[in-house]
């Protein structure tokens, strides 16, 4: 088995991981709201009255902060994609499937629910983990 090395970055994960739990910790505080991505770009997309600026504003947050590292920090992300466009548009309709199906996505269950210490988050969680592992298992060593 092989490890990359260069890929294993223990502190900036951990600091990241930091940072988005401090920051879903006070949105849930300051505004009372769960900071799930899924729920919020579909509030984008079925806007109510008032309800539409504190998304848009969020979405633009979440979507310019690489701009604003690069920028002011000289942090460059390294993307590497080994699928083709085929893979990536299935792959996008099964999470937006698994989001609406499990009332939610990744960042709402696994961070928000979980540290709520929601039973739903859970199972949602291990379940989607589940078959991440499943799935990249099988498509690496079974394919």
């Known amino acids: 088995m092989h490890i990359d090395w260069f890929s294993f970055t ?15 910790a006070l949105y849930v505080l ?3 709201r769960i900071l799930g991505i899924s729920g919020i770009v579909y509030g984008l997309l079925h ?7 504190w998304r848009l504003s969020l979405v633009l947050g979440l979507i310019s ?22 893979a990536i548009i299935v792959a ?3 999470v937006g499937f698994g989001a609406q199906y499990g009332s939610g996505c990744t960042s709402g269950h696994g961070i928000c629910g979980l540290s709520r210490l929601s039973p739903r988050s859970l199972v949602a969680t291990l379940s989607f983990m589940t078959a991440g592992f499943l799935v990249v298992f099988i498509i690496r060593h079974l394919i």
């Open 92 to 94: 996008g309709l099964l």
């Open 65 to 86: 902060a690489p701009f604003f590292a690069a920028l002011f920090f000289g942090i460059l992300p390294v993307i590497e994609v080994d699928a083709g466009w085929a």
């Open 10 to 24: 223990p502190i900036p994960s951990l600091v990241g991981g930091i940072i988005l739990g401090v920051a879903a």
């Open 30 to 32: 300051l505004h009372g």
């Open 47 to 53: 806007p109510k009255s008032g309800d539409w600026n």
